[in-house]
């Protein structure tokens, strides 16, 4: 067996421990991980509690979003009623697509991820627990505020897609489009913070001897819906921030008049909307993988062809955007490219489905209200599937698109892609978080009726469909023979949500939140780790793992685990902690010393959303303020993190010794930095996409860009900056005497960043750019705004550092402190040359 | 040929009942559409059934058979080898059949400019050489049997073109111009509406494509190439006055006379519609009254204001005078 | 049923509030809520179904200068549409 890091594995060996473990141990570990009391509950970081909250908030937003889609649909009983009004109809619609598909589905993935994913690999907790605790709040407090805007009639209106014109300030002068944008962009904030936690996760937190092979299927989905939302997410931040800045500033993006183009949003929101899918749908398919084989009782068949489909289907996922696009008038090329990959994208969950099947044909079924979920969650998926099939041929999608046999289609795929496999989790890890399981008598009803429901709603809606009726239509007209369909079509709707509520009684009824010790465990008998018996600081010690199923395989692993006969029995520094492993082969590498509850992320998230609540009503003094506070709460929070503890090594088991601190490119944190420079380099590749784009459509209204000298300036600057930032890291290599040195170079490197933006600025302005007139004034724009971002990110890290350097809080010769800062500015240097370097360059007068 | 005076609440046979008009083409570009939907249906069906017989199989099968399902092998055959091929068979058919629908624009074809505005539809027919010869609204009159080509636009946001007996749909888009071919293969007519999402009562943004025998087409081509008549009675000259004096003009025009706004739909031979307010209401002296009286309360937000204040004999004026427009 | 089957399809509802038509909800004329419950048609004519009839088919010969124009609907049909209104009572 080849190692990874130079670890031997035959240190494994070593475990389980014998001996008796010192007294004291069990009861340190319980203080670090207390649970919280009162107040502490708004502070708690620990993902026991974070990510049942998570839960319970997307399935809040679950049921809101299902009340306006059965308000809906009595307003589509019968042909010109007038339950809704037209406009409250169109806010009603918006917000149901809006809110299941951003505040429901995503966060309630992402949610599954961060309450499962610590107990699944063993890890004490994720690696950033502040950051989900950021990212939970500011979800929360935004969605609220977002849901809303629905009683004061300002909600959004325009669609969950918000094509403009019609959402631009010409046809939605209301705030209620900016409401919109504000609802999304907490859930792009709150994504891409829990999508760098799951990606640092996965890879890093992993329990010794859990090679990628030996991975749970969920651990795996959820690595590729990670990486998917870290492409495609920032596509929908640059198209709201482009959008937004179109209806404040009046920056022609979409405007054809104005060189803009309508069809630019469509590009931007499909590539990541399409994508959006499969972000919603593989986390689901990995639990049903998992479930499936318990179930069966039995190893999942194919588990690295299931893995493959995974990995493939994320990587097909990309090219299909444009099949939202087939009835824009697309050339017959282009059209024929994404019309095959959208078929090709069903082989991956066609691979799925077969090894669900296989699965449960090699096993033995046990009929209970999980088992029924996840056959009603293969028949329902592979409808929606196969209609998707049929979607994906262009011609037969000229007549569907927009009609009702998509709404269909959509419901069919994310109903059964998602929110069956959804109830089977529920049935399935409650007993991980409840004193009691859920009922199987109820369970059955409430199976019964969503099953039946769904289908009697949905089924008909194809036909609908084929009868001409479009989508988003408040209401229809007699003698058009949709009367009939549609009254059935509401009866449905209604017993699906009868099967709701009784899962709602059930869950009143029978759900005792046991977020530590006294959960109902292991009830079906499953097979891996987080199943083990936890308490809040998940497992007594952490497992070596041999297989894809350890509970199984080692019957005693249980017992050990709680007699801290492993890794990390108990708190070796006193703080929390938890091992991080490599990437490949989850050899230990060192302790993380993990954060504690703290005020400060909460504080943060609502200073966030106060941000931006208050922009959206237009109180700019009162936001400005927030914002400020939200910046001084996440930097004070930040001041708590990366202090090297006193003992350098530390044993975590069975004389093992790793490092309590480290730099460079093995940190977690140096991992979450490139996570992070990538979700900003995609929103730069998006604004060159944008670019091009709009000088592809009409170059009527460009101008010539600024003479070489400011090109030169401009490149020269960042390169100094870049050797700036370079430099600080090495100075700091050379010992306490350079420490000063070490920060002076960084604060020189963010000035000079800024200074390469400004000039590139003023040089356009001298060139007479101007940002309402032309595609080209605002792409140039928005290309600046983000290197202005940037560059003041770069800033106030300086400011950061150097207060912390100030009270000689910088570890010295490496310090993560000046890494992360150092190279983020590398990077901006490296954007803010590109950038410019590209729109002068190109088109070329230069 | 008559249109007549009175028309069911909707004449809209396109759109109206059974069978599902995508079922049922009314021209070869919707024809060999439906062949497709056709195909694809038997398709899911056929597939749905295969994998619900191994599900059933999975679960109750004889253990023999449940063995041969359970390996990786199945995955293989079910998962990738079967869609492959189904797959690429219907691909390599279905864009072959895409570029046939959606070949050049041929010289000869009549050419009509279609609009689509905030919530209505403004119609032009063109000549050879793109000259507008006729305006129109809300109703598109074609040729039976021969291949028109409708050039979609629209005037502010995205709008979507669909006559499903005819067509599939496609976008009217600001800023572009988008070709669709349709042919009807014998007189009728046939209702189409707005598919895509435009804000405010987009429900309620229907039309009708009428298709002609060639000769009728002819003649009603001829017949609209002259100002409609003038109004013949007294209460109609009121209402033309009323018409001019109340502001009607400053977004109608009608031919022949000064009232040659452009923001609303052209009224020079509104008498003759078969449907007011863009499809929705049937066009008759009552429903004409209603619609300029408080149109608002018909179709919430649309762009007529409502005028209420006008005295009730003033609307009944007006409508005449409209009426007459034929 | 017959009746409203009538008034919908002649668009009655775009001038008058009919209860039981959901759509359009016309305020031009006077709502017909109650009107089985009314004494007069018009203000003028007794409230009889015959009159009814021919005011519905032509009520500018009935009454010169109002709004509402002669509907083109036979007389079977109007007296289904009359028949309609007389369910209409007052709530």
Known sequence: MTSETGFDPKLYDRFPTSGARPRGELEELERIWCAPKGWQYLTVVNNNYVGIYYVGAAFLFFLLAGILALVMRVQLAAPLMGVLPQETYNQFFTMHGTVMMFLFAVPMVEALGIMLLPQMLSARDLPFPRLSAYAFWAYLVGGLAFFSSLFVGLAPNGGWFMYPPLTSTAYSPGINTDFWLLGIGFIEISAIAGAIEIVVGVLRTRAPGMTLDKMPIFAWAMLVFAIMIIIAFPAVILGTLLLEFERAFNWPFFDPTRGGDPLLWQHLFWFFGHPEVYIIFLPAAGLVSMMVAMVARTDLVGYRLVVLALLATGFISFGVWAHHMFTTGMPTLSVGFFSAASMAVSVPAGIQVFAWIATLAVGKVRYNTLALFIIGTLIIFTMGGLTGVMVALVPFDWQAHDSYFIVAHLHYVLIGGMVFPMFAAFYHWAPMVSRRALSERLGKWVFGLMFAGMHIAFLPMHLTGMMGMPRRVYTYLPDRGWDLPNLISTVGAFVLAAGIALFVIDLIRNVRLAPGGGNAGNIYGAGTLEWLPTELYSTRSIPVVKSRQPLWDDPDLSKDVEEGRYFLPGSVTGNRETIVTSPLMAEPQYLQIMPGPSVWPLLSAVFTAGFFLLLTVQAYGAGLVSGVLAILAVLRWMWETDRPVKQPFVDIGAGINVPTYVTGTSTHGWWAMVVLMIVIGMIFLMTVFSYLYLYGRSTRFWIDPPDAVSLALIVGGAALSALLAAGSRRALLKGDGRKRLAIWLLILASIVISAVTFIDYRSWLAAGLDPEASGQGAVIHAFIGLQACLSGIALLMAAFVAARGARNFIPVPRSNVIDLPAIFIIFTAALGAAGPGLVRLFPGTL | MQPLIFTRFMTVEGLAGWPPPVFDPAGPFAGSITTLAWVLTGMAVAVLAIVLLAIWTALKGRPALRKRLGGERMIWIGGVAFPVVVLTLLLIWGLSLTSGISKPIAGTDMRIRVSGEMWWWRVSYLDGQGREILRDANEIHIPAGQTVALELTSADVIHSFWVPRLSGKLDMIPGRTNVMRIQADKPGVYGGQCAEYCGGPHALMGFVVVAHTPEDFGRWMASRQAPPPAPATNEARRGAALFASAGCAACHAVAGTSANGLAGPDLSYVGARRTLGAGILPNNRGAMIGWIGNSQAIKPANRMPAYTMLPAEDLKAIAVYLEGLK | ?91
């Not at chain 3, 049923?1 to 016309?26: D, F, L, S, T």
């Not at chain 3, 500018?60 to 549409?81: C, F, K, N």
């Open chain 3, 1 to 91: 049923m017959r009746g409203k089957a009538v008034i919908e399809k002649a668009a009655c509802a775009a001038c008058h509030a009919i209860p039981g038509i959901k759509w359009p909800q016309g305020e031009l004329g006077p709502s017909l809520d109650g009107f089985a419950d009314q004494g007069m048609i018009a203000g003028r004519f007794s409230n009889r179904p015959d009159l009814l009839v021919r005011y519905i088919r032509n009520a500018p010969s009935m009454t010169p200068g109002t709004a509402m124009p002669a509907m083109p609907i036979s007389e079977g049909e109007a007296r289904d549409a009359a028949a309609y209104l007389y369910t209409l009572h007052d709530r």
